[in-house]
């Protein structure tokens, strides 16, 4: 792999190559896959970390917080986390093609946005949930993003019930099925492409463990603890790399 990679002209082209030669490649990422679709990530400098706010946003996005606060949680959600007019950038423009292609197998995403599908993608898997889809936390009833936009203060549901956006918040465990079925299809995969992830977000980082190949494929704009297990590695925007092949 690295000999192969010291004759190529740059990392694109190994890239491109990489993707040209397989046909069961699984993409694993995170919140930057979307922040050129005006969604801001948590770690960047522009990212939620760094804004100021009167709890910090691992608080606000726990469990505990939801329960005891959930007027605030709904604040901070509402005009945060949620961003009904983004779009698909290049990114996931280009990982739904891969898939209709036949060469990719799975989405794996850390992300909430929906945007994956909306670009076309079927085979998504949402480790964190998703902002789509809510839920009253007594009856079960579903309801849709545009209720949760729509309401005001805490959404209820016509039970009284109070209801529950569909993402794991900060304390809480992920959905065991879709886990264990990114575990199989990155443990299977020929080749991964990990991106717009800092990787600091576990149990969802451990996941790179399961990979068993030779092409770890890592794209993202500032380095992350698992450089170092890549083959491959490109330090850009991931909208850009994978728009460009
Ligand atoms: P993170 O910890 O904020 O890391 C994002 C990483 O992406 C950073 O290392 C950035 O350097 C990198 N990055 C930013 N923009 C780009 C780009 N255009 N190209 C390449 N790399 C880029 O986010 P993680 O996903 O690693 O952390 C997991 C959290 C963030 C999950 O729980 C998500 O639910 C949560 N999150 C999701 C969204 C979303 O759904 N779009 C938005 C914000 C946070």
Partial sequence: MTKK???MNNKRDFLAEIIKDSDNIVFFGGAGVSTKSGIPDFRSADGLFSSKYKYPPEVMLSHTF?????EDFYHFYREKMIYRDARPNKAHIKLAELEQEGKLKAVVTQNIDGLHQLAGSKNVLELHGSVHRN???KCRKRYSLDYILDTQGIPRCECKGIIKPDVVLYEESLD???LF???SYISNADVLIVGGTSLNVYPAAGLVDYYNGDKLVLINKSETPMDYK????IHD???EV???I
């Fill in 5 to 7: 990679m010291e004759k």
């Fill in 181 to 183: 079925k990114s575990i």
């Fill in 230 to 233: 890549a083959n491959l590695i």
């Fill in 237 to 239: 925007s991931i909208d």
């Fill in 176 to 178: 065991n099925h879709v």
């Fill in 135 to 137: 839920y009253c936390m």
């Fill in 242 to 244: 994978l728009g460009d």
């Fill in 66 to 70: 939801f329960m005891n606060h959930t």
